[in-house]
């Protein structure tokens, strides 16, 4: 039985009483969309703190409604940020310039797309194209017509890059998604993975998992193919834990390999470190708008 740290976390959900939440206004909210599980924070408009946050999961066909409920409870929120995961290819920029952004996004996901969406990485040389999703956009526009959107693979590199770049060494972010939440190594999932070195970006990668040894293996074919050894410092967060199937694995075959919270930005709340793990694509987002 997972127990304490290692306790899987399906849900939270941490915010200031109402009275202190009239006081901060006014309030901006932060939105992680990946598949059918929702990550939120929100901020006052200087982004000093997180004064709400909560993780639910949540069909994709219902974020409309759940973000016009959010909007119904909390009449101080004046912008919302919501951030979508999905298939995406990223592309060098002269490579992109001899084809066209569908076909070089067919080539990379090996099926049609109607329509693409190209966005450039800041402060490097490449532009991730994924495919466009208009009714789901346009649901949430209907509901908050300033609504910003942001590309999560972009945010993910943007912010990887920046907290990077001051050292001169190679790195890989890997950022963890079980299907049944933190402490669940067996479980498969999803794992995003940013490779850095000396502040550059080198890849933004996504693979299906079947569990905590499957993440292992991709990441060290990753720093393989990437010319690394096993010295490449690993950043390792998400849907893992402290004493987890995750940290002792990539602790053996990685010198270097440690948890990755990201920015700090004070919490409200009890929070705990598990908990700013699951908060780091909000927190990547906030720092990169």
Known sequence: MATGANKPIASFHHALPAAELMAAAPLLLWV????????????????????EVGRAPLASSDAANWLREKLDACSQITGVHWMVWQDFGMVPSGIRRASSDRALLETELGRTVAATRAVEVVGTPYTVVHEAHGEAESALIAVWPSIEFHDAAVTLAESFCRAERPRKDAAILAVVRNDSGPGAGSSPGRVDYCAVKAGEL?????????????AIYRTVHLAESLGWSHQVRIALSGDVTVVGEHIKGFKTAFDKADLFFGRFIPTKGAVSAVHRQLLLPVIQMIECA
Not at 32 to 51: H, K, M
Not at 202 to 214: F, I, L, M, P, W
Request: proline share 3%; hydrophobic share 35%.
């Open 202 to 214: 080198q890849a933004v990668v996504r693979h299906q998992v079947s569990g905590a040894q499957d």
């Open 32 to 51: 992680a969309q990946d598949g059918d599980r929702l990550t939120w924070g929100v901020t006052p408009e200087d982004r000093s703190s997180l004064v």
